[in-house]
């Protein structure tokens, strides 16, 4: 039988449910500092959080959506120094917000290493386009560029999420390991040459 609204509340804030799954997140996040995606399965996240695996189970229904859910703090970081930052109409010298959003990255480099990498998770490269691109897309109707239901800027809001997407994967595998400062600094010239509109 499915379970009602009311049950489903109930379960979500249940202080023994947010303790499992804060642990069970914890875990999953120690394993991918430690090793690639696709050597983590399900039991070894349950060995170091100290459950059994269908406990995991109760929780997520596979490791990628435990994985999303173990990244959202670290996503809502990453977005809100986004909405400080201006995406569409570039200034000519690059803001100190976009040098934070690559310095945040910088901390968690390995995590987001393991996200995006080639083993990493299409669903966190998704859930994070959608993020990005809903900023860029309030910038948009800011600057007068349309309606945010538009085809066009929901399609110039995606172009702008994916660019960013694949400067700082490109960043994170890169060999020669550029510090956040040299990085963004490229990026932000990559963003002018790719067409972005520039203020004043």
């Known amino acids: 039988m499915a379970e009602s609204t009311a049950e489903i509340v109930a379960r ?10 804060a642990l069970l997140r914890a875990a999953a996040l120690e394993l991918a500092a430690e090793r ?90 998704n859930r994070l386009r959608q993020l990005v691109a809903e900023q860029v897309a309030l910038q948009l109707v800011e600057a007068g560029a349309g309606r945010a239901d538009e085809a066009g800027v929901e399609l110039r809001a995606h172009c702008s999420a994916g660019a960013f997407i694949g400067l700082v994967t490109c960043w994170l595998l890169r060999p020669d390991w550029l510090p956040a400062e040299e990085a963004a600094a490229h990026a932000w010239q990559g963003l002018h040459l790719g067409g972005g509109r520039t203020a004043g």
Do not use: K, W
């Not at 979500?12 to 799954?21: A, F, G, I, S, Y």
């Not at 990453?78 to 959003?101: H, K, N, S, T, W």
């Not at 910088?106 to 995590?111: I, N, P, R």
């Open 12 to 21: 979500r804030t249940d202080p023994r449910v947010l303790r499992t799954r």
């Open 36 to 125: 690639e995606l696709h050597s983590i399965t399900i039991a070894n996240v349950a060995e170091r959080a100290t459950v059994n695996r269908a406990t995991v189970y109760q929780h997520y229904q596979d490791l990628d959506e435990l994985m999303l859910d173990a990244m959202e703090d670290e996503l809502a970081g990453l977005i809100g120094l986004a909405a400080r930052c201006p995406l569409v109409v570039l200034p000519a010298e690059m803001p100190q917000g976009f040098l934070d959003m690559f310095r945040h990255v910088e901390t968690e480099a390995t995590l987001y290493r393991r996200m995006l990498g080639p083993c990493g998770s299409p669903r966190f490269v």
